[in-house]
C-alpha cells in the first residue's frame, strides 16, 4: 500500500495555483479569435443620366486583301450544225484621231 506524505498548506496553495495558471494559459492557447463577417455592399444604380456628346468620327479602314479565284465555269451544251449560211463579221475602219 502507498501512503502519500502529509502536505503543509503553504505547499498545497502553490500546488493549486500553478495547476490554476496552467489550466488558464493551456485554454487561452486554444482559444481563437471570432471571426468578423462583413456584409457586402450592395450597389443600387440611380435613375439614368442625360446623353452625352455625339464622339469623334473615326479613321476610315485599310483596304482588304484580294480574294482568290473563283471556281471554273461547267462547259456549255454543244451547238446546233450550221444551216449552210456562213456569216462574216468585218471590225470597222478605224478612224483618224482629230486635233
Known sequence: MITLAPCRPFQARVALLTAAVLATLALAACDRPATVVVPAVVTVPG?????????????????????????????????????????????????????
Not at 435613375?47 to 486583301?65: D, L, R, S
Open 47 to 99: 435613375p439614368a443620366g442625360p446623353a452625352g456628346e455625339t464622339g469623334a468620327q473615326g479613321n476610315q479602314g485599310n483596304q482588304g486583301a484580294m480574294g482568290m479565284q473563283g471556281n471554273d465555269g461547267n462547259q456549255g451544251a454543244m451547238g446546233k450544225p450550221g444551216g449552210g449560211t456562213t456569216v462574216i463579221v468585218v471590225p470597222p475602219a478605224a478612224s483618224a484621231p482629230t486635233n
